[in-house]
Nanobody, 123 residues
Framework: QVQLVESGGGLVQTGGSLRLSCAAS????????MAWFRQAPGKEREFVAT????????FYADSVKGRFTIDRDNNKNTVSLRMNNMNFEDSAVYYC????????????????WGQGIQVTVSS
């Protein structure tokens, strides 16, 4: 069982930066693939970024590639998402998620989810 708690959301201006963090409970954190998803009002939850268990590989949605960076610290059981050059389309509730296997872009592959945190980009 893993519990995930996001932090760091809030309001940011277009072109600005924000860093989200996700703290995980449990002692198997380093065995999980970790990811960030987001969901805007009226839209489906969409994949943002993922990182392999030891942090050796990362994958990003095309919409955030080059602007967002996912990272993890297995000693602290945390995963973060650094978001730069943000735009209106980045406004959403962001979720931290964990999986053992399956497709990184498929929400059904993820066994554990955080409660979500709001990110709003304004002019």
């Amino acid at each position: 069982q893993v519990q995930l708690v996001e932090s760091g959301g809030g309001l940011v201006q277009t072109g600005g930066s924000l860093r989200l963090s996700c703290a995980a409970s449990g002692d198997m954190f380093s065995s999980y693939y970790m990811a960030w998803f987001r969901q805007a009002p009226g839209k489906e939850r969409e994949f943002v970024a993922t990182i392999t268990p030891r942090g050796l590989s990362t994958f990003y949605a095309d919409s955030v590639k080059g602007r967002f960076t996912i990272d993890r610290d297995n000693n602290k059981n945390t995963v973060s998402l650094r978001m730069n050059n943000m735009n209106f389309e980045d406004s959403a509730v962001y979720y931290c998620a964990a999986r053992f296997d399956g497709s990184y872009g498929d929400v059904t592959s993820y066994a554990y989810w955080g409660q979500g945190i709001q990110v709003t980009v304004s002019s």
